[in-house]
C-alpha cells in the first residue's frame, strides 16, 4: 500500500492549506483514514481522523482549525487547515487506521510526506 500525501507549501501565519491524501495498492477496505505531523524533534502525533460515514476527530491543537474530509474516491482524504500558526509547521503524513478500543493506529508504513512551513 503507498500513501501519497501532498499540498504542503511555505504559508504566512495565519493563512490557509488544502492538504490531500490518496492511497493506493491492495486493500480491501478503508473505514478510517487520519492526518498525522511530525515537528522537528518532535514524535509524530495524529491530527485528526475520519470514518468512513464521515465522523471526525481533532486533536485539541488543531480542533476548530482544521478540516479533514474523504474524497468522492474512498481511497483518498483532505485536511483543509486554517487560521495556520508557526507551531504547525511539520511534515503532514497520511494513513489508514485501525481502531483498537477506541484509539487509533496507521496500518500501514509511511510515504514521504508532505512538509507545511508556516512563517510568522
Known amino acids: 500500500v503507498q500513501l501519497q500525501a501532498s499540498g504542503g507549501g511555505l504559508v504566512q501565519a495565519g493563512g490557509s492549506l488544502t492538504l490531500s491524501c490518496a492511497a493506493s495498492g491492495s486493500i480491501f477496505s478503508i473505514n478510517f483514514m487520519g492526518w498525522y505531523r511530525q515537528a522537528p524533534g518532535k514524535q509524530r502525533e495524529l491530527v485528526a481522523s475520519?470514518?468512513?460515514?464521515?465522523?471526525?476527530n481533532y486533536a485539541d491543537f488543531v480542533e476548530g482549525r482544521f478540516t479533514i474530509f474523504r474524497g468522492d474516491a474512498k481511497n483518498t482524504a483532505y485536511s483543509q487547515m486554517n487560521s495556520l500558526k508557526p507551531e504547525d509547521t511539520a511534515v503532514y503524513y497520511c494513513?489508514?487506521?485501525?481502531?483498537?478500543?477506541?484509539?487509533?493506529?496507521?496500518?500501514?508504513?509511511w510515504g514521504q510526506g508532505t512538509l507545511v512551513t508556516v512563517s510568522s
Open positions: 494513513n489508514i487506521l485501525s481502531d483498537d478500543s477506541g484509539r487509533f493506529y496507521p496500518m500501514y508504513g
Open positions: 475520519i470514518t468512513s460515514s464521515g465522523r471526525t
